[in-house]
């Protein structure tokens, strides 16, 4: 593959989807058609002729697959929208110029036409991070705590699904629209995940995840300007983001926030995150409130300085809309580092919890018993506690870090 057809492939593979799929309304019929225009591409390359702007012009071969494939017998009440259906219906398909332009970026309307309501919430979240964000499906299977083969069984139900269901969906449609928008603040949020959590060696395009992920929080902030909780979403992204640079030292190992040198965050970032938070807080809703505990960690001009108080009640509220597991375990921690609660306290509180949240937070919920045994005077124990998440912990990076934690104290 060639240098530009290969750029194509990689970086613009879920925006030509969302094009094609814009045009024809069926995303395995798009995806046919833009895995086929790309074969043409090589051909066309091999035979001597030069493929420019390869996005547009694999755009435009594969719309044209795309209508060539229902002449020749598809149904067209499921496979274009009522525009082309009734050009195609007069026999006046009109199709796309040869100088046809790339206009850009339609993934987030993608991520909305993909998250159908005949789907279960998780299917239809794995369908937009798989389809549109280009998200491997063994990273998806992680974040959805699933084994890999699963996932991707569910994929494959979940996308025939969409193409046997008669159900149509138009952008036009303002409540259609309000109704997926938390499907895509979901998808948006763990595309960002996955390309924060990346471990070591992962492929530059995975931590590009973080990137797309605002640019595309930014586009729905556009279509949903009146939606507290698109604002705070942004918010969460761009405060999490401005703290990036400190996440590791000079050899790439590890740094808490604790030892994060606040004076290199992007205080840009920070202005906007903060403005937008506070915006979006008195909607109250889930992301609302973690960008505002995001905010008062940036804000905070050293860890010691941060207003853990305001933090636990933040998460006091957070878990009375989104009672997650993590968000509990959260809450712990910031009422540990509380002058009203303190770190013995707050260790009796993880013990009354500690069998609710589940195994896949064992190493996690290790972890913190380690730092709150530390902090209470008890390093024997805070070892064993350090032990017991690092043989859980699959990263190698939190791997070392809960490493050197048990070396400082001697274990």
């Not at 594969?62 to 060539?68: E, F, G, P, S, Y």
């Not at 110029?97 to 991520?111: A, K, N, Q, S, V």
Request: charge should be negative; include cysteine; aromatic fraction near 6%.
């Amino acid at each position: 593959m060639t240098t530009e057809l290969e750029s194509a492939f990689r970086e613009d593979w879920p925006i030509i989807l969302g094009a094609v799929v814009r045009y024809t309304g069926d995303l395995q019929l798009a995806e046919d058609s833009v895995q086929e225009a790309f074969v043409r591409a090589l051909a066309s390359e091999a035979d001597g002729a030069v493929v420019s702007n390869p996005s547009a012009w694999i755009t435009t071969v594969a719309r044209r697959i795309a209508v060539d494939t229902i002449r020749k017998g598809q149904t067209l009440a499921r496979t274009l929208p009522a525009l082309a259906t009734e050009a195609l219906l007069s026999n006046e398909i009109v199709m796309p110029d040869e100088t046809f332009t790339f206009t850009g970026d339609e993934r987030l309307e993608l991520i909305l036409l993909v998250c159908h309501p005949d789907l279960a919430e998780e299917a239809r979240v794995a369908m937009a991070l798989r389809f549109v964000c280009g998200v491997a499906t063994r990273d998806i299977a992680a974040v959805f705590l699933v084994s890999e083969s699963t996932m991707a069984a569910r994929l494959t139900r979940a996308k025939k699904r969409i193409r046997d269901s008669e159900a149509r969906f138009a952008f036009d449609d303002e409540a259609a629209v309000a109704a997926r928008v938390p499907d895509a603040l979901t998808t948006l949020y763990l595309l960002y995940t996955v390309g924060h959590a990346a471990p070591e060696g992962s492929p530059l395009s995975t931590r590009e995840f973080r990137r797309d992920a605002i640019a595309l929080a930014r586009d729905l902030v556009r279509l949903a300007p009146s939606d507290p909780e698109a604002s705070g979403l942004l918010a969460l992204l761009l405060l999490t983001e401005a703290r990036q640079g400190t996440r590791f030292d000079a050899d790439g190992e590890l740094r808490s926030l604790e030892e994060a040198d606040r004076a290199v965050w992007d205080r840009r970032a920070i202005d906007e995150g903060v403005e937008l938070a506070t915006r979006s807080l008195p909607g109250r809703g889930r992301f609302a409130l973690q960008a505002g505990i995001a905010g008062l960690h940036a804000l905070a001009p050293t860890w010691r300085a941060t207003d853990w108080t305001m933090v636990a009640r933040l998460y006091d509220r957070l878990i009375e809309v989104w009672p997650s597991p993590s968000a509990q375990l959260s809450r712990i921690v910031a009422r540990g580092y509380s002058d009203d609660v303190g770190p013995e306290a707050a260790l009796a509180e993880l013990d009354a919890v500690a069998g609710d949240l589940g195994q896949q937070l064992r190493g996690q919920a290790a972890a913190v018993r380690g730092d709150l045994l530390r902090r209470s005077d008890a390093p024997e124990a805070a070892v064993v506690a350090y032990r017991e998440a690092i043989s859980v912990e699959p990263n190698d990076r939190v791997r070392r870090f809960l490493e050197r934690r048990v070396a400082e104290l001697g274990g």
